[in-house]
Nanobody, 133 residues
Framework: QVRLEESGGGSVQAGGSLGLSCAAS????????LGWFRQGPGKAREAVAY?????????????YYADSVKGRFTISQGDTKTSLYLQMSALKPEDSAMYYC?????????????????????WGQGTQVTISS
């Protein structure tokens, strides 16, 4: 079992920046695909960005980003393979959503090797991001 805990959500005005963090409680797997999903009001949950953690046999050099966030969001790994960040800039009201950290244990992922939402085994509780116009 992997427990994920997000932090860093909040409210900012359009054009501002926010950073999200995710900490995974377990180091049981040699590698993970770790990523961020979001779900806005009345919308389906969507993948925002994900990447394979360092230490995997094949390291992701090109994380996946949703088209709507390319050039504005940056996903990165912390010092350990169980920590993940999402730096968000040039935020728009449509970025408002509950943001979830998710992990696909032992899986590889990248911009060229995409996973489905169903491939992610573990999920955090979410952190709210609200962007005002």
């Amino acid at each position: 079992q992997v427990r994920l805990e997000e932090s860093g959500g909040g409210s900012v005005q359009a054009g501002g920046s926010l950073g999200l963090s995710c900490a995974a409680s377990s180091n049981s797997y040699s590698s993970y695909c770790l990523g961020w999903f979001r779900q806005g009001p009345g919308k389906a949950r969507e993948a925002v960005a994900y990447m394979t953690t360092a230490g995997a046999v094949y390291t992701s050099t090109s994380p996946y980003y949703a088209d709507s966030v390319k050039g504005r969001f940056t996903i990165s790994q912390g010092d350990t393979k169980t920590s993940l960040y999402l730096q968000m800039s040039a935020l728009k009201p449509e970025d408002s959503a509950m943001y979830y950290c998710a992990a696909a244990a032992g899986r590889y992922c990248s911009g060229d090797y995409r996973l489905d939402e169903a491939d992610f085994d573990f999920w955090g509780q979410g952190t709210q991001v609200t962007i005002s116009s």
